[in-house]
């Protein structure tokens, strides 16, 4: 299994409302990769999803309040970059961990106006 990772984030909402997600990746992370991703993303843990083509999280949120809220925003958290257990192998693989990296490392600015809750 080490020749696969596992990116976990989560959306929290203004009221602290969590949905987790996490992508199976090809290819082993490194400290360094998690120091890299962290270096790019805003306070060392923010990210927009739609701008790094990562599913974003929030419509799990919206089955409970019936669609966005005033409590929804952009921004995504980072919680791990990880090497893949057994129990991660079953999802579909979304690209390879250098793929992300560049996509991570591409970004000069965070562009609030990708997600749909830009406002709200």
């Given at each position: 299994m080490t020749n696969f990772s596992v990116f976990e984030y989560c959306y929290r909402d203004a009221s602290n409302y969590k949905s987790w997600g996490f992508l199976l990746l090809h290819g082993?992370?490194?400290?360094?990769d998690i120091d890299d991703?962290?270096?790019?993303?805003?306070?060392?843990?923010?990210?927009?999803?739609?701008?790094?083509?990562?599913?974003?999280?929030?419509a799990?949120?919206?089955?409970?309040?019936?669609?966005?809220?005033?409590d929804d925003h952009v921004w995504h958290t980072f919680h791990a970059l990880r090497a893949a257990t057994a129990q991660d192998m079953g999802a579909p693989?979304?690209?390879?961990?250098?793929?992300?990296?560049?996509?991570?490392?591409?970004?000069?600015?965070?562009?609030e106006k990708l997600s749909p809750h830009w406002g709200i």
């Open positions: 082993a992370a490194s400290n360094a991703v962290q270096r790019h993303f805003d306070s060392g843990d923010y990210f927009i999803a739609e701008q790094l083509c990562i599913p974003p999280l929030y799990e949120l919206w089955r409970f309040s019936g669609g966005p809220t005033i693989v979304h690209g390879t961990v250098e793929d992300l990296l560049q996509k991570i490392s591409a970004v000069q600015a965070w562009d």
